[in-house]
């Protein structure tokens, strides 16, 4: 049905295959999923060497995951990777909720300006895929193996043993860490004997990718008790290609085998669309939501990330952004290790981070999905009730829930935090990802997230906009001569040797951030909040630092003078 024509990649088969030595490996990505691609890109930007295993030798079949959230676009564009996907991808940022026929209310998801990025594009996984393996396959540090199925995991005294099978025969891998990114089905998961806990819902959905010429505008159209189709609740969105995803509710009682037939399908879309509209099937899926995620993300040596860790309703865009956002993570904190700087104990805060999202994105889809599959009277009259209100009054508007669409989650309680001493705004607290802001550096236009960069950094506003006093240009050196360089980002006009100084052209930097003169704001490599003050002092930050990558009591840190 799809007319998109599937890469195939040849086998990779490494020397260990036909020697029977044991592969020794640093690190090793289970699966080449949009999750463990990012992954990987992430590590070869932090010069770590990496090991992909995928048992498979092209990219995924159907659309599948098909919105990416701005904040992943960022992640994409650290990665260098987000400029074809914005090309290809269908740009939206408004959405329609209706009941029946009629239009209860709109929203908008990005209506404040001056964003480098969208809110969302929407763009068939397999193109994404497909992207990051081409740039993949062009750094010198990534190994992607093609048709390697590993077989077997065991946590060894030093690392992880993997038994992988290829076509020209198995081989041992010897890994001193494995990111497990192989999906619901997770081989890695099942090998180390671990399970999800959570719920699953008895509601089925039918997914049709349907290529059509439609009047629609590139918007997010839901319905609740839709005029055209029995189900409780039906979905619309455009892909490229003039591809569109419709998602159909179908209720618990169905035969999935049934319902996913061609001939079953065609008339829900024609009821839909009307008998005039020509349109073509590209892809079929029957699926029911699950609401799933294993107790901790860390065990031992192997870390679990994306949908092999957990497991959440498509309705909200949560399931692939929030995977891309574990890689986005895990890794620095992962390479920090690898290179001594840190402690192994600084991945635990990986499981403290990101099992908090999961719980976060999984109570949320739950809700959704309680409110869309309502089971009862009471569930329903409030739907219902929640329904008829809105179309007249605002504030009933927030009880209707059609899926809240993938914001990054804020860690405020993250042990790597140092909690505001100083009076700030609630905006961009300590475990808030950084908001992005139109710049200029050296005249030349650019984007504040763009140059934060992936190490740390520190936004400064300092007390004269001409110039930095001599304390100040001593304390910013000493920051960025540490064993952890902290880079200096200076929100002035003015030039500053080996350092970055910016121009707030819109203002929009000292909006968004609150800046006052003597700001500061300490950026982890995954462009999170780590700490603020309203002065700087080296001696406070350096101490935030080693907050940042639990060292604290780290008595072999020495910063350079």
């Known amino acids: 049905m799809s007319q998109f024509e599937y890469p195939v990649y040849d086998a990779v088969i490494p020397e260990a295959a036909a020697t029977g030595q044991t592969d020794d490996i640093q690190v090793v990505i289970v699966g080449a999923g949009p999750v463990g691609l990012t992954a990987a890109l992430d590590l070869a930007a932090h010069d770590v060497p990496v090991v992909v295993l995928d048992d498979d030798n092209t990219v995924s079949t159907g659309s599948r995951a098909i919105c990416w959230s701005k904040r992943t676009l960022e992640i994409f564009s650290r990665l260098d990777c987000a400029a074809p996907l914005m090309q290809k991808g269908v740009t939206w940022q408004r959405g329609r909720v209706f009941d029946r026929d ?37 750094s010198e540090l990534i190994d992607l193996r093609w048709n390697n199925r590993v077989v077997d995991v065991r946590q060894s005294d030093d690392g992880v043993l993997l038994d992988v099978e290829t076509p020209d025969g198995p081989y041992r891998a010897h890994a001193r860490y494995v990111i497990a990114a192989d999906g619901a089905r997770s081989t890695v998961r099942k090998a180390l004997g671990l399970d999800f806990v959570g719920r699953v819902f008895e509601d089925r959905f039918l997914i049709a990718d349907v290529k059509m010429k439609a009047g629609f505008p590139t918007e997010r159209w839901f319905w609740f008790r839709p005029p ?42 024609k009821a839909m669309l009307g008998d005039e509209t020509e349109f073509d099937l590209e892809w079929v899926s029957v699926y029911r939501f699950q609401a799933r995620r294993l107790d901790r993300f860390v065990h031992g040596d192997v870390m679990f990330i994306g949908d092999c860790a957990h497991q959440v309703s498509p309705f909200g865009a949560r399931g692939g952004n929030s995977g891309i956002q574990d890689a986005d993570n895990l890794v620095w904190k992962l390479a920090l290790v690898l290179s001594g700087k840190a402690p192994a104990n600084l991945l635990e805060s990986f499981d403290d981070e990101r099992v908090y999202a999961a719980i976060e994105n999984l109570t949320i889809t739950s809700s959704t999905t309680d409110f869309m599959s309502a089971k009862g009277e009471v569930q329903t009259a409030f739907r219902d009730a929640a329904l008829t209100l809105a179309k007249d009054y605002p504030f009933a508007q927030r009880f209707v829930n059609a899926g809240r669409l993938s914001t990054p989650t804020v860690h405020a309680r993250s042990p790597l935090n140092t909690a505001d001493r100083d009076e700030f705004s609630e905006n961009l607290c300590p475990g808030t990802a950084c908001v992005d802001a139109p710049i200029a550096v050296g005249g030349a236009a650019g984007w504040l997230v763009d140059y934060l960069g992936g190490g740390f950094a520190g936004l400064y506003a300092p007390r004269s906009k001409s110039e930095l006093e001599p304390a100040e240009l001593e304390a910013l050196n000493r920051l960025n001569r540490g064993d952890i360089p902290v880079r200096p980002l200076i929100v002035a006009d003015c030039s500053v040797d080996a350092m970055t100084s910016i121009s707030d052209t819109k203002g929009r930097v000292a909006e968004r951030y609150d800046l006052r003169p003597g700001t500061f704001y300490l950026i982890r490599p995954d462009q999170y909040v780590a700490g603020r003050w309203r002065s700087l002092d080296e001696d406070t930050v350096f101490h935030a630092l080693d907050k940042a990558v639990a060292r604290v009591n780290d008595p072999e840190r020495k910063n350079v003078d």
């Open 102 to 138: 009629e239009e209860i209310y709109s929203f908008d998801l990005l209506p404040e300006p001056d964003h480098q990025f969208p809110a969302f594009i929407n763009l068939q996984q397999y193109y994404v895929e497909q992207e990051l393996i081409e740039k993949a396959l062009s």
């Open 228 to 269: 055209f189709h029995p189900g409780p609740s039906t979905l619309l969105h455009k892909q490229a290609d003039n591809v569109w995803r419709i998602d159909f509710q179908l209720g618990p009682d169905v035969d999935a085998e049934a319902e996913a037939k061609p001939e079953n399908v065609v008339p829900r879309l």
